[in-house]
């Protein structure tokens, strides 16, 4: 079975740095692009970035390339998100996705974090 | 960008009723091998994320025949016949035909 489990979020303050990881199971990491989504508490949902199979590979949206760092451990089975100098419009859910025949065919749970003060 | 407007923000139905999602994309989805890069997704409370069709059609492993991916260029529908309990649920569609990959508003099914 497919798992993926993100941690490493929380309450952080503006301007701070933040780094989400996620654990896969249940498939050959290495084998698989993965990405990062994340959703507003209003339910809006925004593509971060994905990075490939190999880690060789990145692509971002333009609005976040600057601040955020998507990166991966292939012999950990680990996906990471970087997040420097928050804002609080990056308070949200993050979601860890893979990517297979179909784009973010399997999502994790998510993970919250708070920008505040 | 690619912007994908979902006009509903919720519909209201009952249990067993057929409804239809619109997705409108701003620019043609078509890519030059044939596909449409748009998929829809399910979100349920307390449940992952699920990936329901790609290329505008195609259902993934394990999706019930009654979810249905259609349309072509710029207007794609998700249809679901004799909707289930299970399937009240938010529903985006997604673009990957150009990076940003872009989202929809999403569409909340609720009980009527």
């Known amino acids: 079975e497919v798992q993926l489990v993100e941690s490493g979020g929380g309450l952080v303050q503006p301007g701070a740095s933040l780094k989400l990881s996620c654990v896969a199971s249940g498939f050959t990491f290495s084998d698989y692009w993965m990405s990062w989504v994340r959703q507003t508490p209003g339910k809006t949902m925004e593509w971060i970035g994905d990075?490939?199979?190999?880690?060789?590979?990145?692509n971002y949206a333009p609005s976040l390339k600057n601040r955020f760092t998507i990166s991966r451990d292939n012999a950990k089975s680990t996906l990471y998100l970087q997040m420097s100098n928050v804002r609080s419009e990056d308070t949200a859910t993050y979601y860890c996705?893979?990517?297979?025949?179909?784009?973010?065919?399997?999502w994790g749970q998510g993970v919250m974090v708070t920008v505040s003060s | 960008q690619i912007m994908l407007t979902q006009q509903a923000e919720s519909l209201w139905i009952s249990p067993g009723e057929r409804v239809s999602i619109t997705c409108r994309a701003s620019q043609s989805l078509l890519y030059t091998d044939g596909k449409h890069y748009l998929s829809w997704y399910q979100q349920r409370p307390g449940q992952t994320t699920k990936a329901l069709i790609y290329?505008?059609?195609v259902r993934t492993d394990g999706v019930p025949t009654r979810f249905i991916g259609s349309g072509s260029g710029t207007e794609f529908t998700l249809s679901i016949e004799h909707v289930q309990p299970e399937d009240f649920a938010i529903y985006y569609c997604?673009?990957?035909?150009?990076?940003?990959?872009?989202f929809g508003g999403g569409t909340k099914l609720e009980l009527k």
């Open positions: 997604l673009q990957t035909l150009k990076s940003p990959w872009t």
């Open positions: 990075i490939k199979y190999d880690g060789s590979y990145t």
């Open positions: 290329h505008a059609s």
């Open positions: 996705t893979r990517t297979g025949r179909a784009p973010f065919d399997y």
